[in-house]
């Protein structure tokens, strides 16, 4: 958790490039009191590595807490949308069962393309894409993962910045 104010971006961002760590993912956003916001940030890397970042962020003034997830507790969402081709009407029917069978949704149609939006894990978001590449992806965005964690706790109570260690 983080002070919802200009600039504390920039300098959770600025502390992982001058360690040297790389973010696989961040997600940011107000939480309900709006003068805190919740980071879910995803680094790759061994004990070590999180114990680093997890010191690292704790000496910033502007970080109220910080707290790893469990990655066997949590519920993590991700969107994505994915624009893709369209060359002939059973490009387009085929397009439409996958993103039912996803759970997905068609947000946007045109003659030579679609565009789709999925929600779910990254295993999902990658499921889906790895199945539209036969088709030709003209173009991906991704919001990064975005978690909470099982259970009556509240993160806002205990005010933790999110840190998931990725594989």
Known sequence: MVEHKPGVLFKVSNLFRR??????NITVGPVETGDLARMTITVKGDEATRDQVVKQLRKLIEVVHVEVLN?????????ALIKVKVESPETRREIMDYTSIFRG????????SMIVEITGTPDKMDAFINLMLRYGIIEIARTGVTALTR?????????PLLLELGE
């Open 19 to 24: 360690r040297g760590f790389n973010i696989e």
């Open 151 to 159: 259970g009556k706790a509240s993160i806002t109570t205990s005010y």
């Open 71 to 79: 990655p066997d507790n949590l519920v993590q969402r991700e969107l």
């Open 105 to 112: 949704r068609v947000v946007d149609v045109s003659p030579e």
